[in-house]
């Protein structure tokens, strides 16, 4: 069943398919030594910068928790948003496997803020209490908006004004650029960004993702601790000539503009259903809206989604490469029927 689930959720783009059985021939070298792998790491150098140095990874845990040790040590915390992926849905690995501490930050639409960091920056040098050690972002956040070039830049400066690293949470940054019509260096590389968890798997690969490290005084110690944390692939050449395809292709562009477009088609269907309380227009693949909770169960028997917050109903829609306008249409159209025949007004205080 194909629905709104979630953007990993779909199968695998069929020109990165292709590429992988490309590279599916005969033997060859192990742990990133193969040619695919060197040819990957030219296009992302190309991209990122001469001094970027990347890291394949099997999953965006592990992407998140390696990038963050690369500046933390064990009495080190990290400042990040209360509703990031990082807090809330990577079931404590950042402190167990990363041994770091996580300070989550009160957000709003899921940015944090220079004035939540700088209070909450506090007892730098105080031996009872953990140091703080970097900013995490998370472009577009898990709300679906972007922070634009103005506050990404503004946060970076701060941070490096106080000594602290940043680390950009990846997943989706592509649909960032997107959106904000900047290259993946202007929202990295020319920002001061010093690393990145850089996404494969929500953008239409089969598994993959990166960790550039863009600070050329980082990452020495990399390839032992992703070795330690089992993150180091033998057949490495599947992920790398995957990201040669997605990267050295307009095939990352195709793919975001093709994923905003069905979120912002997805919103102009169902933004003026009665019943339907949309949260904003989106800044990437996402859609969140409320609705009557009598309407879950029948929309999802036959588009699965995932109900955001439980206590409001709020539901996140999100689009991928492979949705359609069809999709979106009956799915519309879905909403309508409900809304005329089972109306329901949300419950006093939900509003």
Not at 106 to 119: C, T, Y
Not at 181 to 198: H, K, P
Not at 248 to 258: E, K, N, R, S
Request: hydrophobic share 40%; with cysteine.
């Amino acid at each position: 069943m194909k629905g709104f689930g979630s953007d990993n959720h779909s199968g695998i783009h069929p020109q990165l398919l292709v590429a992988i059985s490309a590279a599916n021939l005969d033997h060859a070298p192990a742990y990133g030594t193969d040619s695919w792998s060197e040819n990957s790491l030219t296009i992302f150098k190309r991209i990122f910068g001469a001094e970027a140095q990347v890291h394949f990874v099997f999953n965006g845990t592990a992407a998140n928790v390696l990038a963050l040790k690369t500046v933390s040590q064990s009495f080190n915390s990290v400042f990040c948003s209360d509703i990031s992926h990082l807090n809330q849905d990577e079931c404590a690995a950042p402190e167990i496997m990363g041994g770091f501490k996580l300070l989550p930050l009160p957000s709003k639409d899921g940015k944090i803020s220079i004035e939540a960091l700088q209070k909450a920056l506090i007892r730098r040098g105080d031996q009872h209490y953990p140091q703080a050690s970097a900013v995490s972002l998370t472009q577009p956040t898990e709300l679906g908006n972007c922070y634009s070039r103005e506050e990404l830049k503004a946060i970076i400066e701060w941070a490096h004004k106080e000594n602290l690293f940043v680390h950009l949470d990846g997943a989706r940054l592509v649909n960032a650029c997107v959106y904000l019509d900047m290259t993946l260096a202007q929202m990295t590389t020319e920002l001061g960004v010093d690393v990145v968890s850089f996404g494969g798997t929500k953008n239409g690969l089969l598994f993959g993702e990166a960790v550039i490290v863009l600070n050329k005084k980082l990452g020495e110690n990399f390839k032992y601790q992703r070795k330690q944390l089992g993150q180091l692939p033998s057949k490495t050449r599947f992920i790398a000539a995957q990201f040669s395809e997605y990267l050295g292709t307009p095939l990352w562009q195709d793919i975001a503009t093709h994923s905003l477009k069905m979120s912002q088609l997805l919103y102009q269907e169902t933004k003026s259903i009665p019943g339907v309380e949309i949260r904003c227009e989106p800044q990437s693949n996402a859609v969140f809206a409320k609705i009557p909770q009598a309407w879950v169960k029948p929309l999802r028997e036959k588009f699965f989604f995932y109900v955001w917050d439980e206590n409001t109903f709020e539901c996140r829609w999100m689009t991928s490469w492979d949705s359609t306008p069809h999709e979106i249409y009956e799915f519309a159209n879905l909403l309508r029927q409900l809304s005329q025949n089972h109306f329901l007004p949300f419950p006093k205080g939900l509003q």
